[in-house]
Every structure is written in C-alpha cells, then in structure tokens.
C-alpha cells in the first residue's frame, strides 16, 4: 500500500524554481511531522525541512530564505516551494512522514531535483 507519493521534480537552471509535492495517506499526513529530505551521491541524506503539527517549521540553513513548506489539509499535501535554486541543490528529494512520537517513518520513494549552471 503507497502510503506517500511525490511529484514535481525535475531539470531546471540555476536561479530556477521548482515546487514538489507529496500525497499522503490521512493518517501520515495528520501525524506530528512531515517533512523533505534529499540525498546526493557520496552524501548521507539531510533534512530540508520540517513542519509539525503545531505548525512549527525547521530549514537547513543552506535553503533558508530560498525554501518554503507547507501543508494543505483538504489534499493531503505537503509541498516544498525551492527558488532561487543553485547546482549544490542537486539531489534526489524525499518526502518523510513521522506520524507518532517514536513510532515508525513513512518514505516516499524520491524525485530527482537536478540544477544545471
């Protein structure tokens, strides 16, 4: 059973923006956490952003400014708005949900983001 789907990524210049999204099922989407991680190769997976179910939201400090999250709970749907996208943005984006404290992780199964200079 999917239980997370993501979408949106793709091949853009530097400068560029893309928006990824990422259908979950309600009872991942309506958990403590959802959030967007990538990964590029010879790099362990980081954490992109974060928002909880209070509406707090956490960025790494390299998209700060650039990326936003955000959630629409008619749909389901979490999306990571990127602009002003550099070549260092490359990787492929995961979307993650953590539904209970301490409990298991839901992943999505990737979309490649690729910046090109």
């Known amino acids: 059973q999917v239980q997370l789907v993501e979408s949106g990524g793709g091949l853009v210049q530097a400068g560029g923006s893309l928006r990824l999204s990422c259908a979950a099922s309600?009872?991942?989407?309506?958990?403590?956490?959802m959030g967007w991680y990538r990964q590029s190769p010879g790099n362990e997976r980081e954490m992109v952003a974060v928002?909880?179910?209070?509406?707090?939201?956490t960025y790494a400090d390299s998209v700060k400014g650039r990326f936003t999250i955000s959630r629409d709970y008619a749909k389901n749907t979490v999306y990571l708005q990127m602009n002003s996208l550099k070549p260092e943005d490359t990787a492929v984006y995961y979307c993650?949900?953590?539904?209970?404290?301490?409990?298991?992780?839901?992943w999505g199964q990737g979309t490649q983001v690729t910046v090109s200079s």
């Open positions: 928002i909880r179910f209070g509406g707090s939201i």
């Open positions: 309600g009872s991942i989407f309506r958990g403590i956490a």
């Open positions: 993650k949900g953590s539904p209970l404290p301490g409990g298991r992780e839901y």
